[in-house]
């Protein structure tokens, strides 16, 4: 009750202001996203056969939660510097300053709002984009062909056996080749005691079964020794048998497909199979579904500043540094990404890089306006 009471007639007057322009931006940004690629695209498909009217139109609205993701944040920037520079230029800003309100206090209800929008980006990457993601793959019927390969390790680190999966998708596994490692050990190479090539493969907990199996049995030094055809063979026993079908089909998503608790879990497989770059890699990602969001804040407060300035001052300035901003932060994002992936960063030092970076920015305007 006591912070209604404070919520004042300008509180009121600036969220609503700056809500109707984000608002604004966004749908601008989503139609601007939509209509060069992706609409042709789906009108080509319908014309073609291969979607429905109504296919096409659940196609558009799951592909909205990606789009939304990315235009959040830029809504926000955007509302909030056009609402502050038309503040500006009608003198309603030096009104409110001779009032004897300070800048934090002008953009008080600013940061309300985006604090909001925050939370909604949060929600939109950890539920709303994995969700519609595997709406589209259905509907898209997105299952091509994929091919993985997985090592397993013994207690030291030693490889044992490697599993070739040349074709799977999310229905069958097949064309799989099982390297079964001999126990001499070598300095420059693993020996290898049986080959097993199957036109099939069933995964289980605690195993995987091949089918229509051509075994290879090598003697110590190489040489195949014989050739047998065997209807099927027991690999993979135990959490290897899991763990390589987990990544296998984590291997068909991308990062922004998974929510947080199973990016966290895929995470931790990772580690505990010795992936490091993909663990990386992954892991700066995971980050990012936290510090992604509160850059709406640092956008918004960024925006407002930019909107403070001088009754004759030209408009194109602050918009010009606005899109520079945007377009630095979506450009560099695959850099840093590669740092993570690579170790030359930290995955928590990458992921947190624009919020410092705005943070620095908005320390600089604040200075410069002399505010």
């Keep these: 009750m006591n912070f209604l009471s404070k919520i004042k007639l300008y509180d009121k007057y600036i969220f609503s202001q700056?809500?109707?322009?984000?608002?604004?931006?966004?749908?601008?940004?989503?139609?601007?996203?939509?209509?060069?690629?992706?609409?042709?695209?789906?009108?080509?498909?319908?014309?073609?056969?291969?979607?429905?009217?109504?296919?096409?139109?659940?196609?558009?609205?799951?592909?909205?939660?990606?789009?939304l993701g990315k235009a959040l944040p830029v809504g926000l920037l955007l509302g909030s510097l056009f609402t502050f520079d038309k503040l500006s230029k009608d003198f309603e800003l030096t009104i409110f300053r001779v009032a004897g309100l300070s800048v934090l206090r002008i953009i008080a209800p600013v940061i309300i709002f985006s604090l909001m929008v925050t939370?909604?980006?949060f929600v939109t990457y950890d539920k709303l984009i994995p969700i519609s993601s595997d709406k589209l793959v259905k509907i898209k019927r997105e299952y091509y062909p994929s091919q993985y390969i997985y090592t397993q390790k013994d207690e030291t680190g030693r490889p044992s056996a490697t599993v070739v999966v040349s074709r799977f998708n999310h229905s069958n596994i097949g064309k799989v080749i099982y390297l079964d490692y001999a126990n001499d050990n070598y300095k420059d190479?693993?020996?290898?005691?049986?080959?097993?090539?199957?036109?099939?493969?069933?995964?289980?907990?605690?195993?995987?079964?091949?089918?229509?199996?051509?075994?290879?049995?090598?003697?110590?030094?190489?040489?195949?020794?014989?050739?047998?055809?065997?209807?099927?063979?027991?690999?993979?026993?135990?959490?290897?048998?899991?763990?390589?079908?987990?990544?296998?089909?984590?291997?068909?998503?991308?990062?922004?497909?998974?929510?947080?608790?199973?990016?966290?879990?895929?995470?931790n497989l990772l580690n505990n199979e010795g992936l490091d770059e993909e663990s990386r890699f992954m892991l700066n990602k995971y980050y990012q579904r936290y510090t992604h969001p509160f850059v709406c804040v640092l956008l918004a407060i960024l925006g407002s500043l930019l909107g403070f300035s001088k009754p004759r001052e030209q408009r194109l300035i602050g918009f010009t540094i606005a899109i520079g901003a945007i377009f630095l932060y979506y450009i560099t994002?695959?850099?840093?990404?590669?740092?993570?992936?690579?170790?030359?960063?930290p995955p928590l030092i990458t992921a947190s890089f624009p919020l410092i970076a705005f943070s620095c920015a908005i320390w600089a305007f604040y200075k410069s306006k002399d505010l």
């Design 119 to 121: 939370a909604l980006c």
């Design 189 to 267: 190479f693993h020996g290898l005691s049986h080959v097993y090539v199957a036109n099939n493969a069933k995964h289980f907990d605690d195993k995987w079964i091949l089918t229509d199996v051509l075994a290879y049995n090598l003697s110590g030094n190489g040489i195949i020794d014989d050739i047998v055809r065997k209807p099927s063979q027991e690999i993979l026993h135990g959490d290897s048998a899991k763990n390589l079908y987990t990544l296998m089909m984590y291997s068909l998503k991308r990062d922004r497909e998974i929510g947080n608790k199973d990016l966290k879990s895929y995470i």
């Design 18 to 67: 700056v809500f109707a322009t984000t608002m604004g931006a966004i749908l601008l940004f989503t139609v601007i996203w939509i209509a060069p690629e992706m609409l042709l695209n789906t009108i080509r498909k319908v014309l073609e056969g291969g979607y429905t009217i109504k296919t096409a139109v659940l196609v558009l609205f799951y592909e909205l939660p990606n789009i």
């Design 333 to 345: 994002l695959p850099f840093f990404d590669l740092l993570a992936e690579k170790g030359v960063l």
